[in-house]
């Protein structure tokens, strides 16, 4: 089971942004639906975490591209 755990986060490092975001929602929706047994509501969040901090790589990504262009546009200015 716990290579099962690797083998998911090792999948859900792969993923673009969007592609990440999409399944959080699909995850939170199902969470939010209730109805699973314990054991399969807390995979189902270890996933959403997963992929939630998988968007908040892609996240600070951009935002340092974006801080690095404008710092360089500043550069170019002089």
Known sequence: ??????DELAEIAGFG???ARDELVNVVKMLEQGGMDLDDS??????GEALANRCEEHLAG???????????AGDDED
Do not use: F, I, Q, S
């Open 62 to 72: 951009a935002r340092k591209r974006v801080e690095d262009a404008l710092a360089h």
């Open 17 to 19: 942004y969007e592609r």
């Open 1 to 6: 089971m716990a290579d099962a755990g690797k």
């Open 42 to 47: 807390l995979a189902l969040w270890e996933r």
